[in-house]
Nanobody, 114 residues
Framework: QVQLVESGGGLVPPGGSLRLSCVVS????????MAWYRQAPGKSRDLVAI???????NLADSVKGRFTCSRDNALNTVYLQMDNLKPEDTAVYYC????????WGQGTQVTVSS
């Protein structure tokens, strides 16, 4: 069974950077399409980035030019590098397979505030 563990969140000021990590346990990771999602308080969970193994990353318009997504198949890990963070990026961030998610991990909280 595949399990997801996100980490790397924290409190940063506007303009700051964070790198989130998602460790995927179980088999078949390298063939998966992985995605990052985020959920702000009182809002729905939104798609942020889709990473195709060996292919391009698709990013939501709101994060283009600021976020990048990558993976290390040897470590079964997918990353989300977030630069020039804005207060509206504040949310709990989750990774999951795409387009059919498996049971969600606990997520990692990102708070952008001065």
């Amino acid at each position: 069974q595949v399990q997801l563990v996100e980490s790397g969140g924290g409190l940063v000021p506007p303009g700051g950077s964070l790198r989130l990590s998602c460790v995927v346990s179980g088999s078949g990771f390298s063939t998966n399409v992985m995605a990052w999602y985020r959920q702000a308080p009182g809002k729905s969970r939104d798609l942020v980035a889709i990473n195709v193994n060996g292919g391009p990353t698709n990013l939501a318009d709101s994060v283009k030019g600021r976020f990048t997504c990558s993976r290390d198949n040897a470590l079964n890990t997918v990353y989300l590098q977030m630069d020039n963070l804005k207060p509206e990026d504040t949310a709990v961030y989750y990774c999951n397979t795409y387009p059919r998610p498996i049971p969600w991990g606990q997520g990692t909280q990102v708070t952008v505030s001065s």
